[in-house]
């Protein structure tokens, strides 16, 4: 198993720019999420999904949207990338389950000038 | 929403020495409390974890002890060692569908 695959792992934009980053994990989780990290504020969650078809926002949605179409897919959009998204994002998937921990991806690296 | 606080924010102890890292959380409805690892450029990693049924669990050089009562949970760390220098995160769950993290404590074992 691949586990969960990020891509892509650096990337530099321009203010006003888009993008997607991608996820896919392959061991069959029901639950899958994104994270950015920044500096002493620890993990905050963007958007997470339950299920195929079923997607909800985390603590910091704004200016993030994301779609579940598969089991297997969770891509992440910036619509339209600001200086403030510069971070470290990460992917996650779990079972779902209670007492089930989250995996995390290697995490994409994202810089907005 | 769970607010999630950790502290201390950065911990330096001696090699061989212990350390601890509190978390507190607000939500009564959290039951699953896991602690991650992250070293420097990489992703976090599950070191240990406790369900709201369990009262401590130890792996090893690692202990997590839950108070449900007074919504804490603490990572201990005993006989230190230059490798477990990194950034430790707790977390906190309801149902295993939404994760809560504390801000993380950069830990420094001093050799």
């Known amino acids: 198993n691949a586990g969960v695959t990020q891509t892509p792992k650096f990337q530099v934009l321009k203010t006003g720019q888009s993008m997607t980053l991608q996820c896919a994990q392959d061991m069959n989780h029901e639950y899958m999420s994104w994270y950015r990290q920044d500096p002493g504020m620890g993990l905050r969650l963007i958007h997470y999904?339950?299920?195929?078809?079923?997607?909800d926002q985390g603590e910091v949605p704004n200016g993030y949207n994301v779609s579940r179409s598969t089991t297997e897919d969770f891509p992440l959009r910036l619509l339209s990338a600001a200086p403030s998204q510069t971070s470290v994002y990460f992917c996650a998937s779990s079972e779902g389950a209670s007492g089930n921990t989250i995996y995390f991806g290697e995490g994409s690296w994202l810089t907005v000038v | 929403g769970e607010n999630v606080e950790q502290h201390p924010s950065t911990l330096s102890v001696q090699e061989g020495d212990s350390a601890v890292i509190k978390c507190t959380y607000s939500?009564?409805?959290?039951?699953?409390f896991p602690w991650y690892k992250q070293e420097l450029g990489k992703r976090p990693q599950l070191i240990i974890d406790?369900?709201?049924?369990?009262g401590e669990k130890k792996d090893q050089r690692i202990a997590v002890t839950l108070n449900k009562t007074a919504k804490h949970f603490s990572l201990h760390i005993t006989e230190t060692q230059p490798e477990d220098s990194a950034v430790y995160f707790c977390?906190?769950?309801?149902?295993?569908?939404?994760?809560?993290f504390g801000t993380g404590t950069s830990l420094t074992v001093i050799p």
């Open positions: 977390a906190a769950s309801i149902w295993g569908n939404q994760f809560y």
């Open positions: 999904s339950v299920g195929a078809g079923i997607t």
């Open positions: 939500d009564s409805a959290s039951n699953y």
């Open positions: 406790i369900r709201s049924n369990v």
